[in-house]
Structures are given as structure tokens and as C-alpha cells.
């Protein structure tokens, strides 16, 4: 099933899921950004999309309307909006409820939360991004479910508490490590060392812990419970109240959990 769709924001998401759904055979009516500039260069990607700076959707042919916003715009948008009648409105948000699209002018509201990282310019197959659902209307589930099947997208129905704790594992699991990853390139650029010496261990680690599970690949010096090290270790960091402070936290944690 072919669907008229309408973008609502102009942010990775947006930048990456207009492009999918096209591709997948959808139209993409249009595009909203308070910059028109930024809904524009979105809309220049597309085939016959319109780029708008206004949140009046009256005369929209679109019968989907996809919230790719912050978390904090959510409710404010979904309250300004005007939609056409028998419309389904649907935010990307993984730690929003859906009762926050309540006051909207929709007559059908949902969750179509993609649990991935996106970045502009990285391409990415939708083919590998699932999905987590979330609608009180059949009309609406049956759309959204339509619309990750033309995306060849695995996806999960998953109530509003149940999708915050995989958003917040998910920011443990993805935004975290990413930054624990940067102070280790920052430890050594400070010693004037190459981070490349450090991608094979990155790598092996990560495909290790994907195959065996976290608990059983852990290893290192709070693993073992090496005192000795944990403290040379955390000497070093003198310079960095806060990274010391990092590195003694996570390393209890780490003791905590694996007991010997």
C-alpha cells in the first residue's frame, strides 16, 4: 500500500527517513521546517515534495504525518498542527509517551520510533533499523506496520514504559560508549599518540560482546578485581578530576557486578 506522507521536522531523522520511505515507493507531500531553508535542502532530495515553513497541513493530501523532532518540541508542534480530517499523526521519539500527541487535531495518533543512530551523510539500510511501535487505534498500528514491511524493517509493538527502558539501554549501550570511546582518543592525543593503535581492540571487543554477551567478555583490571592497577590507573588521571572520578565509578560498577 502506497502512502501520501508529510515530514514534519528537518533533523537526521527526517533527512534520512524521507529519503527511505520514497525509495520504498511512498510519496513524501511534503516537508516542514521553521527554517525554510533546512525543509528545502530536504525536499530537493525528493520527487515532487513541497518544503513549507507553516504548520497548516488543511489542503495536504498526505494521510500520514511524521513528528521527526526533538523531544522537547513534540507536544507544541502536535498542538499547533492542523491536519486533515481522518489523519494519523505518529512521532519518531523514543522517550516520549503517546498521550503526548492528545491534544493534536488528529483523529489517529501513533509511535513509529526508529532504534537506530542516524547521521547525516552516513548512509544507512533500513533493512537493519527496527522499529518500535505504538498506537491505540487498529487503523493507525495497521498503517505503521504497513509502512515498516515496505521498508523490508524488522518491528516490535511496545507500550510507552517498555520503549523508555530500551531508549535509556540504548543510550547506555550506543551514546555512551561512543563517548568513552572519545576519552580514550583524548588520553592519547594528550600523550601525543595515534588512536588507531587502539580500532582493532574496539572493534574485537564490541563483535565479542554482540556474540558472547557482555557479562561474559568482560575483562580488565576491575574484572579481576587488580587493585594495583586501578590505582596506577587512576594516579595517572590526576590531571582530570572528572575522569578520574569516570573511571572509579564505572570500575566499582564493574566489581560490583562480577563479583570473583
Known amino acids: 500500500m502506497k502512502l501520501d506522507i508529510a515530514i514534519i521536522g528537518t533533523g537526521n531523522v527526517a533527512w534520512h527517513l524521507s529519503s527511505a520511505l520514497e525509495s520504498a515507493g511512498h510519496v513524501i507531500t511534503e516537508v516542514y521546517g521553521r527554517n525554510l531553508k533546512k525543509a528545502e535542502k530536504i525536499s530537493s532530495r525528493l520527487y515532487g515534495t513541497e518544503a513549507q515553513d507553516h504548520l497548516d497541513f488543511t489542503e495536504s493530501q498526505a494521510n500520514l504525518f511524521i513528528l521527526a523532532v526533538s523531544d522537547q518540541a513534540i507536544g507544541e508542534i502536535a498542538e499547533a498542527v492542523i491536519l486533515p480530517e481522518g489523519s494519523v499523526l505518529v512521532h519518531t521519539s523514543g522517550n516520549m509517551a503517546l498521550d503526548i500527541l492528545s491534544f493534536s487535531s488528529a483523529d489517529y495518533t501513533g509511535i513509529l520510533y526508529p532504534l537506530q543512530s542516524f547521521t547525516k551523510g552516513r548512509e544507512i539500510g533500513f533493512e537493519e533499523v527496527p522499529f518500535l511501535l505504538e498506537a491505540m487505534e487498529s487503523k493507525a ?52 599518540l595515534e588512536f588507531d593503535m587502539l580500532k582493532p581492540l574496539v572493534t574485537e571487543q564490541i563483535n565479542k560482546t ?22 596506577n590507573h587512576h594516579e595517572f588521571l590526576h590531571y582530570n578530576e572528572q575522569l578520574a572520578e569516570i573511571y572509579r565509578l564505572i570500575s566499582q560498577d564493574i566489581i560490583d557486578s562480577n563479583p570473583l
Do not use: W
Open 141 to 192: 498500528m495497521k498503517i505503521l506496520k504497513t509502512l515498516c514491511k515496505s521498508l523490508s524493517s524488522p518491528y516490535y509493538v511496545v507500550p510507552s514504559r517498555d520503549r523508555r527502558a530500551i531508549h535509556v539501554a540504548a543510550v547506555f549501550a550506543s551514546n555512551f560508549t561512543n563517548h568513552l570511546i572519545g576519552i580514550a582518543e583524548s588520553i592519547l592525543e594528550r600523550q601525543g
Open 210 to 231: 554482540l556474540q558472547m554477551g557482555a557479562k561474559a567478555a568482560q575483562t580488565g583490571p576491575a574484572k579481576r578485581e587488580d587493585f594495583g592497577t586501578l590505582e
